[in-house]
């Protein structure tokens, strides 16, 4: 699957580049321990480090990157970022621009007052024939201190613009620097076509095939990352 990004030629080298979610997984998720003491089993259990399908779905497609340190102070956004001339009349000259509060207007994300941050994006991205982009927050990053919308968008077809994304702050006691390379989006390529949902009970073989794998799982660790995983 390629997927082609493009910037505007005075960008080149200044710009962070977007990466393999797999190269973006936060410092905490290798920090914490494999194992952790569990008072209810009173003895040491496996921590989410050690589940594969919380970990691949945090390394599945590829992350947009934050491109300049962006300071919070009071909940106001600044940055120093000096940018050569685009030659581009309608490209995007700072990181973060807004959506007017009206705009979430009936939405459970509406609050008196409350503007939605836009991360904007200085990459155009094309995909192959037949495939849309959905972008999110990163996964289980409840750690940042905003939340990244979840949007679907045909970049095999808009393709000559950049795909901005636009997020709640939800930190308000946040002081600090979000630092260049924070990742603010994680984006899968899906192919674009309908599902056809069939639905039927176990046969005999089936149900047996049901009960000796859910024995063999309760029975001994690492069956499914041994017998079923394929790595990201």
């Known amino acids: 699957m390629k997927v082609v990004f493009r910037c505007a030629p005075a960008l080149q080298g200044l710009l962070p580049r977007p990466v393999p979610a797999r190269e973006a997984l936060p410092e905490w998720l290798r920090r914490m321990p494999p194992r952790a003491h569990s008072e209810l089993h009173e003895r040491a259990i496996r921590t989410v480090k050690q589940c594969p399908p919380?970990?691949?779905?945090?390394?599945q497609g590829f992350c947009i990157l934050l491109p300049c340190d962006v300071r919070v102070s009071r909940g106001c956004f600044s940055w120093d970022w000096e940018?050569?001339?685009?030659?581009?009349?309608?490209?995007?000259?700072?990181?973060?621009?807004?959506?007017?509060?009206?705009?979430?207007?009936?939405?459970?994300?509406?609050s008196e007052g409350r503007s939605a941050l836009k991360f904007n994006s200085?990459?155009?991205i094309e995909l192959e024939a037949g495939h849309a982009l959905l972008a999110m927050h990163p996964v289980n990053r409840?750690?940042?201190?905003?939340?990244?919308?979840?949007?679907?968008?045909?970049?095999?077809?808009?393709?000559?613009?950049?795909i901005n994304f636009p997020a709640l702050w939800n930190d308000p006691d946040f002081e600090?620097?979000?630092?260049?390379?924070?990742?603010?989006?994680?984006?899968?390529?899906?192919?674009?076509?309908?599902?056809?949902?069939?639905?039927?009970?176990?046969?005999?073989v089936q149900a047996q095939r049901y009960e000796a794998l859910v024995a063999q799982v309760l029975a001994e660790p690492g069956v499914y990352r041994k017998q079923f995983r394929v790595k990201p």
């Open 83 to 110: 940018l050569p001339p685009l030659g581009l009349d309608h490209h995007p000259a700072s990181p973060l621009s807004f959506h007017v509060p009206a705009q979430l207007s009936g939405s459970p994300f509406a």
């Open 142 to 162: 409840p750690d940042l201190p905003f939340r990244t919308f979840t949007g679907l968008v045909d970049a095999d077809r808009f393709v000559d613009a950049g």
């Open 122 to 124: 200085f990459w155009t």
């Open 54 to 59: 919380f970990v691949d779905a945090m390394s």
């Open 176 to 204: 600090g620097v979000l630092p260049r390379g924070t990742p603010v989006a994680q984006c899968v390529v899906l192919r674009r076509e309908a599902l056809e949902l069939q639905f039927e009970a176990f046969d005999e």
